[in-house]
């Protein structure tokens, strides 16, 4: 299994960052990007960047990559990790949703 991991960019070098993430300090080839800058949030996937994104996506999904570790600790407690999510009626995405007449 492929999972993202939200990293933040500190130093450029060429075609790589150095990028900060909840498990340390990655070299990230960011070719499939072009340029990018320190201090911008990237989801990386196996060392290399594949999407730019803010800060408040990298927030969601640390959060959602936490809740994997804890049910992998076999803590079910995990609820805190999608407060996004809770009390909220999902929501189909707009290309499912049929047009009204």
Do not use: H, Y
Not at 15 to 43: K, Y
Not at 85 to 94: A, G
Request: hydrophobic content about 45%; overall charge negative; charged content about 30%.
């Amino acid at each position: 299994m492929c999972l993202g991991i939200p990293m933040r960019v500190v130093e450029i070098e060429g075609i790589f960052a150095w990028c900060e993430g909840r498990n340390g300090r990655s070299r990230i080839n960011t070719m499939l990007l072009g340029d990018v800058a320190p201090g911008q949030w990237l989801l990386t996937f196996l060392d290399t960047a594949r999407e730019a994104i803010g800060a408040e996506r990298a927030a969601l999904i640390d959060s959602a990559l936490d809740a994997l570790d804890r049910i992998a600790a076999g803590n079910g407690d995990f609820d805190d990790c999608f407060a996004d999510l809770i009390d909220r009626e999902p929501q189909l995405p707009d290309f499912l949703r049929k047009e009204q007449s």
